[in-house]
């Protein structure tokens, strides 16, 4: 029976356990050029030292527009590239399997990182005119002024720049690429009917509506090396009923992934607009859409990654013991312990089943 720490093997990648590191947004490139820092690079090692197997960054921005924030970090250029490159090698030393989550933010781009005393949109010098499937803002309390709809043109672009930015990863060493295509940015803003009443080739129906990010996902896959694996981060559901993007939608889409050359679907919810209703947000509460896609495919055509409330290394370990997930995936509880991993190996007497780097042996005995 598999567990938590049983290597999972992707394409010709092997990841050492069953923990990933969820991308989480540091908003912390301070000269807002999108470059790599210092603090990246002690928040991605020190996840990898803490024993994760698969430690992804945060949202990489495919393009300086594709920004939530004028601080986020961007993958669009080789200069991108050579700043994140001794973090990638740093983590690889440390065991873990490198990855990098690509990004375009679309309408939600240009907005105030969370920890600043302003919120909403920036306007003025530091700002800029965000993109979307339609001219429709997101509803912040003072929205944006102006939305550029997508021309198909445009749209062309937006793919190329998904391409480039694989390429650019690659340079950089990582051996995972994500597409991030939930949370309400800009792939997201296209599958979802909430956000995409366009009546082209990309919009209308199910299969006009999910053509970008398949589309996006084909051009990933064709510059990424065929032993290093692609995952795609989709928002299972938009938690506003029905006539929205649901679970069963996201099945379907999923086996289309797998088609387009996704080899994980990683479950996420939520974020195309602030009229969602999520009952709750307990322990495990997005497990259940990682169920629904795993239950729809064998494991050798799809895995699937659950996230959202897993804090425990028991629950953690449930969630591969169970068949629910072949990946759990850790945020928030990677902020409070970057060592969650040695941590959940302790709790279930697993020691002897990871790597300890020996200047923490003492806190990590073996017996």
């Not at 929205?244 to 379907?252: G, H, I, K």
Request: with cysteine; proline share 6%.
């Amino acid at each position: 029976m598999t567990d938590l720490f049983d290597p999972l093997e992707l394409r010709g990648t092997t990841i050492r356990n069953r923990v990933m590191v969820s991308p989480m947004c540091q908003y912390s490139c301070e000269a807002m050029d999108g470059l790599a820092t210092d603090w990246h690079r002690q928040h991605l090692v020190s996840r990898a030292v803490g024993g994760a197997g698969l430690v992804m960054s945060e949202a990489a921005a495919v393009e300086g527009r594709g920004r939530i924030s004028p601080q986020d970090l961007g993958i669009w250029s080789a200069e991108h590239a050579d700043a994140l490159a001794p973090t990638v090698e740093a983590m690889k030393r440390n065991g873990a399997t490198t990855a990098i989550q690509l990004a375009h933010a679309g309408r939600k781009a240009s907005t105030f990182r969370p920890f600043s005393e302003e919120s909403g949109p920036v306007h003025g010098s530091d700002g800029w005119t965000p993109v979307g499937p339609t001219d429709v803002p997101y509803p912040h309390e003072e929205p944006h002024e102006r939305v550029e709809a997508l021309s198909v043109e445009d749209i062309e672009g937006v793919i190329d720049s998904f391409r480039e930015a694989a390429e650019h990863s690659l340079d950089a060493g990582f051996d995972v690429a994500e597409v991030h295509g939930a949370h309400g940015y800009l792939l997201h803003e296209f599958y979802s009917p909430v956000t995409n009443t366009r009546e082209d080739d990309y919009g209308g129906d199910f299969h006009g509506r999910t053509r970008l990010v398949r589309e996006v996902t084909r051009a990933v896959r064709d510059v990424w090396p065929d032993d290093r694996p692609v995952l795609v981060r989709l928002s299972a559901t938009d938690w506003m009923g029905e006539e929205a993007w649901t679970s069963e939608d996201t099945v379907r889409l999923a086996g289309l992934l797998a088609e387009d050359g996704a080899d994980l679907v990683d479950v996420s919810s939520g974020g195309i607009h602030p009229d969602q209703e999520i009952p709750h947000t307990g322990p495990h509460y997005q497990t259940p859409f990682a169920e629904d896609v795993r239950a729809a495919y064998d494991e050798e055509e799809l895995a699937v990654g659950a996230v959202g409330g897993i804090t425990t290394p028991k629950g953690a370990n449930e969630v591969i013991l169970n068949g629910r997930a072949d990946l759990a995936i850790l945020a928030r509880e990677h902020l409070r312990d970057p060592y969650f991993t040695l941590t959940a190996a302790r709790e279930l007497d697993a020691m002897d089943r990871v790597d300890v780097p020996p200047q923490y042996a003492r806190a990590f005995p073996r017996s």
